[in-house]
């Protein structure tokens, strides 16, 4: 089996202004699309060449750094896709509103904890909305192409909101300004999407 690159589900054009139509066609169509190439000439010939992306991060700690990397990259920009709509932001409805609510007191309170998670994060790597094994949500960053589904993690859980805060998902449009990325990023989220993983994952 072959991994492939995922279509986006819009037309890269269609995150203006937000997120511009260069930097998706350069993440979508040579970032994310090398995450992929190399992936696959990581496990040409091993015995995990036949794997599904989760068995191979369930047991990442045992496979080798191409594997995470690129199979972390691969993961991580497929989910973060479907995450983003051009008829995304506002405030997600119903059980998870409530429970954004319960545990994080509001949602402008969750939203300035997720940015920070993202502006703090050192260098490159994603901002996480997880839930946990004991169902209450988790806000945590990672570093580099490392998600909380990998063994390794260390804030494990299943992930329902993802944000990319490599220099290479804004720099062309933001320059050093990832503050002002993030406030962006709140047009597009796609709550729908979120909330069927988060039901799923409850
Ligand atoms: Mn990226």
Redesign the pocket.
């Known amino acids: 089996m072959s991994f492939t690159l995922p279509q986006l589900p819009y037309a890269s054009n269609a995150l203006e202004p937000h997120f511009d139509t260069k930097t998706m066609e350069i993440?979508h169509g040579k970032?994310?699309q090398a995450y992929v190439d190399n992936l696959n000439k990581a496990l040409a010939g091993t015995p995990n060449e036949n794997d599904t992306l989760e068995e191979l991060l369930s047991k990442i700690s045992t496979l080798s750094p191409a594997v995470r990397n690129n199979g972390g990259?691969h993961f991580?920009?497929s989910l973060?896709w479907q995450l983003l709509s051009p008829n995304g932001g506002g405030t997600p409805s119903a059980a998870l509103a409530e429970k954004i609510q319960t545990q994080f007191g509001s949602f402008e309170s969750f939203k300035e904890t997720f940015a920070n998670a993202g502006i703090t994060r050192f260098g490159s790597g994603w901002a996480w909305l997880c839930v946990k094994a004991d169902k209450s949500l988790c806000i945590c960053s990672t570093a580099n192409q490392e998600n909380p589904l990998m063994d390794s993690a260390e804030c494990p859980g299943t992930p329902i909101l993802a944000l990319?805060v490599?220099e290479?998902?804004y720099y062309l449009h933001y320059q050093n300004r990832r503050a002002d990325y993030i406030a962006a990023f709140w047009n597009l989220v796609n709550w729908a999407e979120v909330e069927t993983r988060y039901n799923a994952a409850m």
């Open positions: 993440h970032h994310h990259g991580n920009h973060f990319d490599w290479h998902a």
